[in-house]
């Protein structure tokens, strides 16, 4: 069964949104790990300072995320929820912390201290089950009948935990490269001395977790030995990360946050290879998931408008506060 030009079209705004999403709400995110590695004052101010104007609109991409998959895809957000209940939840309680935490430290001094571990074990939390929920799906979720039919915690697995903790560094490392790219002195300083390690740390996770725990099983379930042209994104991946390493230590700005991204675009379209047509590994397809046409048809009319303004608001705010912060937006 083949999915309708209607079903592609959401398939791919889906898949886009979870691309930008992983990028921007990715580097604050990882500017909030980073947070909770330095007891400068000076520099934590900095650091908030590079994401404020672009935070909470990143987070619009997840919520854009939430609604495609619950409007179009409903059989995928009944049985995701399903499989991912707890790191839903703990995605959300950390998602809320992080953002009261980095609104309240700037207006209590009693409880800053508070503020401050709340909003880098949130950052570290939300990284750490986005990670988790990946290598859960790599592994494949079991369904029957349309409904998710393993036990609470399937997910967990050694696979997923180091999967986890490779998203944490991951992140680490784009916002790293986003504080050599938006910021200048001690900071950017800082920034710079820590992306080789955290590079070396990202490679070094994936590699023991797919060295170590990962089952041959899930490269014969997913469509990477039929598409062997594949493999050119997990070299690109890694040719990134190396590239990432010389542009630190050539002191090119630009170059880790772009590179980085390059190394988040490299594993997405490395999944896409191994998952598609699957939304739901290895069990519900694009085809057999997605709301009836008419559905369809009827959100496609709200999208047309509705994803370009956020699209126009998203590239104003990074025209608007482009370059390097300097003294702070405020």
């Known amino acids: 069964m083949e999915p309708s030009n209607l079903a592609l079209f959401w398939a791919a705004v889906v898949a886009g949104s979870i691309l930008i999403y992983v990028i921007l709400d990715g580097f604050d995110l990882g500017v909030g790990v980073l947070f909770g590695t330095t007891p400068n004052e000076a520099h934590r101010i900095r650091m908030m300072d590079t994401i404020a104007p672009f935070w909470d609109g990143n987070e619009t991409w997840l919520v854009v995320i939430g609604a ?3 409007a179009a895809f409903p059989v995928v957000y009944a049985v995701f929820l399903g499989a991912f209940y707890f790191p839903v939840l703990l995605l959300l309680f950390g998602l809320i912390f992080r953002g009261i935490a980095f609104e309240f430290r700037f207006r209590s001094e009693r409880m800053r201290r508070v503020w401050d571990w709340g909003f880098f074990l949130g950052s570290t939390l939300v990284a750490f089950v986005q990670g988790a929920a990946v290598g859960a799906m790599m592994r494949g979720i079991p369904v029957a009948d349309g409904q998710y039919a393993g036990g609470s915690f399937g997910w967990l697995h050694p696979f997923a935990i180091l999967t986890g903790i490779g998203l944490v560094l991951g ?8 504080l050599v790219l938006k910021s200048e002195g001690e900071l950017r300083d800082w920034a710079y001395r820590r992306i080789p390690w955290l590079a070396a740390g990202v490679l070094a996770v994936l590699s ?7 089952d041959y099983s899930i490269l014969a379930r997913s469509n990477l030995q039929a598409r062997p042209w594949g493999v050119v994104f997990p070299v690109v991946g890694v040719l990134a990360l190396i590239g990432v390493v010389i542009g630190a230590r050539r002191k090119n700005d630009r170059a880790p946050f772009a590179l980085t991204a390059l190394f988040f675009l490299a594993a997405f379209l490395s999944l896409g290879v191994m998952f598609w047509p699957y939304m739901i590994p290895y069990s519900v397809t694009v085809a057999s998931a997605s709301a009836p046409d008419a559905s369809l048809r009827f959100l496609f009319y709200g999208a047309v408008v509705v994803l370009p303004v956020i699209a126009a608001y998203t590239i104003g705010v990074y025209w608007v506060f482009r370059g390097k912060v300097g003294k702070g937006y405020g």
């Open 68 to 70: 495609g998959l619950f």
């Open 171 to 178: 992140y680490a490392l784009l916002g790293a490269g986003w």
């Open 208 to 214: 023991l977790a797919f060295a170590v725990t990962f």
